[in-house]
């Protein structure tokens, strides 16, 4: 059973800083690029950042300089460490691992940035 759970979600001021993870199971996690994505109300989810199982990695530009994906294959997680957050990065927050054609998402955690 293909499970991928996120943590570390949670209300923050503007200009704060949050540090999420995925945990997946039931995969074999490092041949799987791995991505977090986020939808905001009455918006479509949008790809946040990417790693890929050769640790190559990409950045939306809303986030660029302000985000880090990274991955522990020992550990089966991929984390996303956001600074400097703003209200627009307030969203829920899914991780997603895809080794085509295969693709397995999380439930979502949310993350809220307000004062």
């Known amino acids: 059973q293909v499970q991928l759970v996120e943590s570390g979600g949670g209300l923050v001021q503007p200009g704060g800083s949050l540090r999420l993870s995925c945990t997946a199971s039931?995969?074999?996690?490092?041949?799987?690029?791995m991505g977090w994505y986020r939808q905001a109300p009455g918006k479509q989810r949008e790809l946040v950042a990417a790693?890929?199982?050769?640790?190559?990695?990409y950045y939306a530009d809303s986030v660029k300089g302000r985000v880090t994906i990274s991955r522990d294959n020992t550990k089966n997680m991929v984390y996303l460490q956001m600074n400097s957050l703003k209200p627009e990065d307030t969203a829920v927050y899914y991780c997603k691992g895809l080794s085509f054609p295969r693709d397995y998402w999380g439930q979502g955690t949310q993350v809220t940035v307000s004062s």
């Open positions: 790693i890929t199982g050769g640790f190559s990695t």
């Open positions: 039931g995969i074999t996690f490092r041949i799987y690029d």
